[in-house]
């Protein structure tokens, strides 16, 4: 399962680059100092608008670790209403809670979806529902930092890329935008050429040493102020441009989404999309963390090649998973154990088992 060589898995592909991104960022960040706040790193996350390839959640220490008395799993926004509101005497709900703004139908529903997880205290009196809290929801979130990974960022592919970040630096959702790609050895890095929003922070990196050097720094972006959404931008000089307004606590509900988000996911949630069950997948040892690899295809498997229609694919025998290989199930499972506990161990505090 675990290959113990300490050879670099090649980033073939922008999924290899992808995970390389996050291992270095779990290990290095901030690119250019000695880290004071813990971090989490997820990969693929953002707005029903804007997904970002890697997301740095810069920690409070404190507040992680009281982030922990809530599970693993996420808290969405319905049950954050309720936990951040839930009274520390029993109380009826309604009484505790400020209006939703929604039917309280939901709001029974957090309460209930809260109690089951057990972090919230429930009973019922006569035929009403009374609540308690049982830890205060802490304020755990420093700054959000998005970073867009094009590993080889061509002109064309610069060109699509500038709108998106022009789109990031006017909403001013995250504190820092950040490009990585992949470093070359020419004197200025080909990507410093190209049209990208100054605001935006450029990032070289080394896949075979997983190592990151600052090419450009980027701006702070006012992630407390409203932003303006860039709805329409036309090509032509004749028609004007669109856009709305988007106000802070939009953009601060949104910010606690995507970090409890990363709090669930991690990055390490790629296992889901591929085939850690297949007899030819291994994690190869790098630095403190691992990284996906396909022993018959000698490369890091991708979401869309390793899965049931690989050809090399030999699936572990269904007896291995049932009959407790060598414990509890066969490699895929052994595999999704360990990355399990890679994700816990950044998680201080988290060692319940919830979620
Ligand atoms: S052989 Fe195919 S399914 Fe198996 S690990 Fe490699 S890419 Fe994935």
Redesign the pocket.
């Known amino acids: 399962m675990l290959a113990g060589e300490p050879r670099l898995a090649v980033a073939n592909s922008e999924f290899a680059f992808e995970l390389h991104v996050c291992q270095w960022a779990e290990r290095a960040w901030p690119p250019d100092g000695d880290r004071d706040s813990p971090v989490l790193v997820a990969r693929q996350l953002g707005t029903k608008r804007r997904r970002w390839d890697t997301i740095v959640v810069e920690c409070d220490p404190a507040g992680l670790r009281q982030r922990a008395n809530f599970g693993r799993q996420r808290l969405d926004s319905d049950l954050r209403h309720v936990l951040g509101h839930a009274p520390t005497e029993w109380a009826y709900y309604r009484d505790a809670l400020p209006d939703p703004g929604y039917p309280w139908r939901y709001v029974r529903e957090a309460i209930h979806t809260a109690a089951d997880r057990g972090v919230l205290d429930r009973r019922k009196r006569g035929n009403r529902i009374e609540i308690r809290r049982r830890h205060a929801y802490p304020d755990w979130i420093e700054r959000i930092v998005a970073i867009e990974n094009k590993p080889d960022l061509d002109a064309s592919a610069a060109r699509r890329l500038a709108p998106q970040l022009e789109r990031d630096v006017a909403l001013g959702l995250a504190d820092e935008v950040w490009v990585a790609t992949e470093r070359t050895d020419e004197r200025i890095e080909p990507i410093l050429l190209e049209d990208l929003p100054a605001a935006a922070g450029v990032l070289t990196v080394d896949p075979s040493t997983v190592e990151a050097d600052v090419a450009w720094y980027p701006q702070s972006l006012a992630v407390s102020e409203p932003g303006t959404r860039i709805v329409e931008r036309p090509d032509d000089d004749l028609s004007a441009a669109r856009f709305e307004y988007v106000d802070p606590e939009w953009k601060a509900e949104k910010r606690r989404s995507i970090a409890e988000r990363a709090y669930e996911r991690g990055w390490r949630a790629y296992a889901d999309s ?2 850690p069950d ?4 291994q994690l190869r040892t790098e630095g403190d963390s691992v990284v996906p690899y ?4 000698e490369r890091v ?1 991708t979401p869309s ?4 229609g ?5 699936p572990e025998p269904p007896a291995w998973r049932t009959g407790g290989w060598p414990i509890d199930g066969g490699p895929g499972a052994g595999i999704r154990r360990l990355l399990d506990d890679q994700r816990r161990r950044h998680r201080p505090g988290l060692d319940d088992g919830t979620g």
């Open positions: 591929l085939r297949c007899r030819h997948f396909c022993e018959a295809k498997p090649t390793c899965r049931s690989c050809r090399e694919c030999e």
